[in-house]
């Protein structure tokens, strides 16, 4: 049994447990004979089921060992997906909580991918730092308020060339994308999770992709009727004007 196989078996046999584990309290699963440190039980089984059962962050490149930035890599299962199907792949993943990030490193480390360099801090506009609120789950993000955490300047990682980014950062997708403008240039695949959550203009990110010759499909769409509105679409299949979605882009 492989690591997909043993993570897709081991998703089934969460399913049952999803809606009555108590969330954000940290554990430990066993994936075949692998170790995995979790944070949240509930971001573990989505990501899970996503990246190992629905194979969301497949990709095919023209090398066997792409160049990878992981932004936004929680507890590292797309980084422990990407080195299955490209054991020489280059990745530098990024984590801004700390005790999640710590997770990653242990988790990558337990799974033979200790060369996968993880970094501690937010991908972002600048180098400066953020103010991150830590939650305890996959719904991290740069606020207001809360702690101070180290950042870095996605735009910088750009400058040589890579085969895919993916970049899940909670709706700071939308400035770190529009100040990599000129330099998307450089990247041949990207995984983009789009939180549509009145923090961004999603024409204008799609429009910024055509710009740099990218070609697009835009998958995985879900309503957040959890998250605070105040305008209810008039159409009975929209609980929420907020909602998230991947685009996966090409060139």
């Known amino acids: 049994?492989?690591?997909?196989?043993?993570?897709?078996?081991?998703?089934?046999?969460?399913?049952?447990?999803?809606?009555?584990?108590?969330r954000r309290q940290p554990g430990q699963l066993m994936i075949g004979s692998k170790r995995l440190k979790y944070a949240d039980f509930h971001s573990t089984?989505?990501?899970?089921?996503?990246?190992?059962?629905?194979?969301?962050?497949?990709?095919?490149?023209?090398?066997?060992?792409?160049?990878?930035?992981?932004c936004g890599a929680h507890i590292g299962l797309a980084s422990i997906a990407f080195k299955e199907r490209y054991p020489?792949?280059?990745?530098?993943a990024f984590e801004a909580d700390g005790a999640i990030a710590a997770m990653c490193t242990e988790n990558l480390n337990d799974f033979g991918h200790a060369d996968v360099t993880v970094t501690t801090a937010a991908v972002w506009t600048n180098s400066n730092g953020v103010t991150f609120s830590a939650s305890a789950?996959?719904?991290?993000?740069?606020?207001?308020?809360?702690?101070?955490v180290p950042s870095v300047r996605l735009r910088d990682r750009l400058a040589e060339p890579v085969q895919?980014?993916?970049?899940?950062?909670?709706?700071?997708?939308?400035?770190?994308?529009?100040?990599?403008?000129?330099?998307?240039?450089?990247?041949?695949?990207?995984?983009?999770?789009?939180?549509?959550?009145?923090?961004?203009r999603?024409?204008?990110?799609?429009?910024?992709?055509?710009?740099?010759g990218f070609r697009f499909v835009l998958g995985d769409l879900h309503q957040a009727p959890w998250m605070e509105t105040k305008t209810?679409?008039?159409?009975?299949?929209?609980?929420?004007?907020?909602?998230?979605?991947?685009?996966?882009?090409?060139?």
């Not at 020489?88 to 530098?92: G, H, L, N, S, V």
């Not at 789950?137 to 101070?148: E, K, L, Q, Y």
Request: hydrophobic letters at 45%; aromatic letters at 12%; glycine letters at 6%.
């Open 164 to 200: 895919l980014l993916k970049l899940d950062v909670e709706g700071a997708e939308f400035g770190i994308l529009a100040d990599c403008a000129g330099v998307l240039r450089n990247v041949q695949r990207m995984i983009i999770e789009v939180h549509a959550f009145d923090n961004g």
């Open 1 to 22: 049994m492989n690591v997909t196989q043993a993570f897709a078996a081991t998703v089934a046999a969460m399913a049952p447990e999803v809606q009555r584990w108590p």
């Open 137 to 148: 789950d996959d719904a991290g993000h740069v606020a207001n308020t809360g702690i101070s």
């Open 232 to 251: 209810r679409p008039p159409f009975a299949a929209c609980a929420t004007d907020k909602y998230y979605f991947t685009v996966f882009a090409w060139r």
């Open 45 to 70: 089984y989505w990501q899970a089921r996503q990246i190992f059962g629905e194979r969301l962050y497949d990709f095919a490149c023209d090398t066997t060992a792409p160049r990878i930035l992981d």
């Open 88 to 92: 020489e792949a280059r990745i530098e």
């Open 202 to 212: 999603v024409g204008d990110m799609l429009s910024l992709l055509e710009v740099h």
